[in-house]
């Protein structure tokens, strides 16, 4: 089986992972996962929140909205919570959990860029199995943008390069 979520998406493949790890559920067998541009944050975001360029799909004040929603009630006082930053402190240590190999896409001018790349990075440290695939000039969640996906050319490279990965990705898992 394999899991596969974009945007929060990816946050949610994560989470579902970790606890299907701790599972023995025979015959079924979690491959692997993929997380398309997702949604980690820190309490203190990082510095593409504040350089990259809003799209009308992903703004700063949409971050902190959505944020505020996943975020339970009774961790209303920070954005590190596990589900929104699984490499934060209050997260279980990447390294004691059984994960499956992940694919994570993130897009080069996504605000969301350089949590995810921390993600990406604190994987690899805890000796997870992680491949990393970037689109250069996209923002965040590009591929849905049916017009430009049609019309413009780099943004259809960049979404047939995506798709392309993610079929070879599966294939090897």
Known sequence: MFLIGDSTGGNVVHDVAAQA???????????????????????????????????????RNMISKFMDLAVPVASETTKDHPIISPMG??????????????????????????????????MKAAGKEVEVVVSHGMG????LNKIAMESDPKTALEGHKLIEAIVNFVGKN
Not at 38 to 45: D, K, N, V
Not at 95 to 111: K, R, T
Not at 140 to 143: A, G, L, V
Request: proline share 10%; aromatic share 10%; with cysteine.
């Open 89 to 122: 402190l209050q997260a279980p240590p990447l390294a004691a959990l059984n994960l499956p190999p992940v694919m994570v896409a993130v897009a080069e001018e996504d605000l969301l860029f350089d949590t995810e790349m921390e993600y990406c990075e604190a």
């Open 21 to 59: 790890g701790r599972l023995e559920a025979e015959p079924v067998r979690l491959a692997s996962t993929i997380a398309l541009h997702p949604g980690f944050l820190r309490a203190e975001p990082r510095r593409s929140f504040y350089e990259k360029t809003e799209t009308p799909f992903l703004t």
């Open 140 to 143: 965040h969640c590009f591929y």
